[in-house]
């Protein structure tokens, strides 16, 4: 009985697992469809939001 329990508890957890995964999947794929189309809109933007992020970056890195 145990046993069988315990195989009805890691069926229900590998469902669980990749539900979330899916949704995860789904999440990702959906923010870089949105993050693509801000760039597109606002290509000036995204180009001085990566440097001053690669600028900061760099700072903290080189400090070590």
Known sequence: ??????????????????????????????????AAERVRQNPTAAVGISLGAGLLLGLLLSRR
Not at 3 to 29: M, W, Y
């Open 1 to 34: 009985a145990a046993n069988k329990a315990a195989r009805h508890e890691v069926k229900h957890a590998s469902n669980r697992f990749l539900t979330i995964g899916k949704d995860l999947r789904t999440r990702a794929s959906d923010g870089a469809e949105y």
